[in-house]
């Protein structure tokens, strides 16, 4: 069975020869494991048999990147989005955000039309050389092909201040609501130019929207289907009619957005976040004839120095989760330098050990 077959069994609720397996390691864990032994020359996602490979497109308004200021540990630099952001030389954290680029509405309407067509034509937006090169490897290996975008509150969250967001969806709804979907928009452009006009197919979408913490959604359900919910309806839409099903990414504990997110259409929730009280075991009790999970495996207790710990992580949640299909491995979040690569090489032996059907 190939990975692609192995995906969308498991997304239509069916069982497949085994669990698919998909995961994302931050760069700075990669470093690590090369150093413990992986082979610098063979891409992670290859020496672990990642599943998924996923194809993007520039959602910027394609302001210039300029380096402000480095040294030896960090990068200061103006971003894509018009922000300022400080990183770490390695990338391997959230980076620190100095400047927003979108502080009034006159800010966003600049920012508005360098996302139309008539700024930059949607072609522009799009790497075709790299497409094509990542698409038509992927296909001759058999690999579950994904559209991916960020969406929704997460990708407003590149312009404005999460504080001034939350304040915005409340006292100005409009404005907010005129931010996604003018953004919404533009996934809908790109993904029609690549699929319609230039005829290239996938198997999948994931669709990025972080939208909660470790102790519930950062807004009320209600503001979610207000102001969110129509416009992650009418992308899933648009991918429903073209077979796909959505993958929805969201950090923290989401239970209370869970029911709108399977009324908009949404068909696998990912990563689960164990940290944040999500438990597969308990999700597919109440919502697995519905929705399909993919993640949950906790990267703290990757890194426990007990390899009992992983190993019951792993059993006692594949042994609920995978039961008719609708399951997918990856861990609870990014896997961190945290983990060692003996303990990483444990967890995939233990993912194939228990993803057996």
């Known amino acids: 069975m190939t990975s692609r077959e192995r995906f969308l069994k498991a997304l239509r609720h069916e069982e497949p020869d ?149 304040v915005m969806m409340v006292e100005d709804p409009d404005w907010f609501r005129d931010m996604v979907e003018t953004t919404t928009e533009l996934v809908l452009r790109v993904a029609k130019l690549i699929i319609e006009d230039a005829g290239y ?52 504990d989401v239970r209370l957005l869970i029911p709108y997110l399977i009324e908009a259409g949404i068909d696998c929730l990912q990563p689960l976040e164990a940290k944040a009280n999500m438990d597969v075991r308990e999700l597919k009790k109440q919502y697995g004839d519905r929705l399909a999970f993919m993640g949950n495996i906790d990267v703290m207790k990757m890194a426990h120095p007990d390899p009992k710990v992983i190993e019951e992580e792993i059993r006692s949640k594949f042994e609920v989760a995978k039961v008719g299909g609708g399951y997918i491995y990856h861990s609870d979040h990014s896997v961190p330098p945290t983990v060692s690569f003996e303990q990483y090489c444990r967890v995939m032996e233990l993912v194939r050990k228990y993803g057996e059907y």
């Open 18 to 166: 085994r669990v698919p397996i998909h995961d994302s390691p931050w760069a700075e864990t990669v470093r690590r494991w090369q150093r413990e032994g992986l082979p610098a020359e063979i891409p992670v996602s290859d020496y672990f048999g990642y599943e998924l490979v996923g194809i993007g497109f520039d959602q910027s308004p394609m302001f210039e990147v300029k380096t402000l200021y480095k040294d030896d540990t960090y990068i200061v630099e103006t971003t894509p989005y018009g922000g300022i952001r400080k990183n770490f030389r390695t990338y391997a954290s959230t980076p620190e955000i100095i400047e927003w680029a979108v502080k009034t509405k006159e800010d966003w309407l600049k920012i508005k039309e360098r996302l139309s067509p008539d700024f930059a034509p949607d072609y522009t937006r799009v790497d075709w050389v790299g497409l094509r090169t990542t698409y038509q490897r992927a296909r001759s290996e058999g690999k579950c092909l994904a559209f991916c975008a960020v969406v929704g509150y997460d990708h407003l969250q590149s312009y404005v201040k999460s504080e001034d967001l939350l």
């Open 201 to 252: 197919t996938f198997d999948v979408a994931f669709l990025f929207n972080d939208m909660a913490y470790r102790n519930g959604p950062l807004f009320s359900p209600k503001l979610y289907r207000d102001l969110i919910m129509p416009f992650d309806k009418m992308l899933c839409d648009y991918f429903h009619s073209k077979g796909m099903p959505v993958i929805y990414h969201t950090d923290g």
